[in-house]
């Protein structure tokens, strides 16, 4: 019971975020620029966590996230309300961080001078999360790492990262336990 009740709830706040979203957007594509900080403020976390986790480059994420506001700005009268419109913006995303990626040419993992901008961009990150995820860059697969990435630094829900990536949520709970396994496997065998 306690459970349904905490699902309920996640799905209410869901729903309340799409629906300030759908506004805000709504507002923006109406030329009110100062909707663009609410959206900023509701998705920021999300959006770059999912950049960071295509580019591996912080410095590169933020430039990336920037730009993300601004391309929404210019093009909110484009979004047709759909009820996801976090998905458009992790579209627009997508799109900017992958002509980035191809602009350079490289996918390179994240120096450790840009892991404290990042623990400073969130604070529930913890020294702990950047061994974690510095281990995820490099030594389990692309995807898990994506995974690990946008629930760790994105603060997204496991529903939210498996909608996103077109999986069903079993498979992203599958996957992101295996890859924290690993990751403490990997670990453990560091410390002997």
């Given at each position: 019971?306690?459970?349904?009740?905490?699902?309920?709830?996640?799905?209410?706040?869901?729903?309340?975020?799409?629906?300030?979203?759908?506004?805000?957007?709504?507002?923006?594509?109406?030329?009110?620029?100062?909707?663009?900080?609410?959206?900023?403020?509701?998705?920021?976390?999300?959006?770059?966590?999912?950049?960071?986790?295509?580019l591996k480059n912080a410095q590169d994420a933020e430039d990336?996230?920037?730009?993300?506001?601004?391309?929404?700005?210019?093009?909110?009268?484009?979004?047709?309300?759909?009820?996801?419109p976090l998905a458009w913006i992790f579209t627009i995303?997508?799109?900017?961080?992958?002509?980035?990626?191809?602009?350079?040419?490289?996918?390179?993992?994240?120096?450790?001078?840009?892991?404290?901008?990042?623990?400073?961009?969130?604070?529930?990150?913890?020294?702990?999360?950047?061994?974690?995820?510095?281990?995820?860059?490099?030594?389990?697969?692309?995807?898990?790492?994506?995974?690990?990435?946008?629930?760790?630094?994105?603060?997204?829900?496991?529903?939210?990262?498996?909608?996103?990536?077109?999986?069903?949520?079993?498979?992203?709970?599958?996957?992101?336990?295996?890859?924290?396994?690993?990751?403490?496997?990997?670990?453990?065998?560091?410390?002997?």
């Amino acid at each position: 019971m306690f459970l349904l009740s905490m699902v309920d709830a996640a799905d209410e706040q869901d729903k309340n975020q799409n629906e300030l979203l759908e506004i805000n957007l709504r507002r923006v594509a109406r030329g009110h620029t100062d909707a663009i900080g609410e959206i900023y403020e509701l998705t920021k976390s999300a959006v770059y966590g999912y950049v960071l986790s295509i580019l591996k480059n912080a410095q590169d994420a933020e430039d990336i996230l920037q730009e993300t506001y601004v391309k929404i700005c210019l093009n909110a009268e484009s979004y047709h309300a759909q009820g996801k419109p976090l998905a458009w913006i992790f579209t627009i995303a997508r799109n900017l961080a992958l002509m980035k990626l191809r602009g350079q040419n490289r996918i390179t993992d994240i120096p450790e001078f840009e892991w404290e901008q990042i623990a400073a961009g969130n604070q529930e990150f913890r020294s702990e999360d950047r061994i974690v995820l510095s281990a995820a860059l490099t030594r389990i697969s692309e995807e898990e790492s994506r995974i690990v990435i946008l629930h760790a630094v994105g603060g997204m829900k496991h529903r939210e990262i498996a909608e996103w990536l077109g999986m069903p949520l079993a498979t992203v709970l599958s996957k992101y336990h295996r890859a924290i396994k690993k990751l403490q496997k990997i670990l453990e065998d560091e410390e002997m």
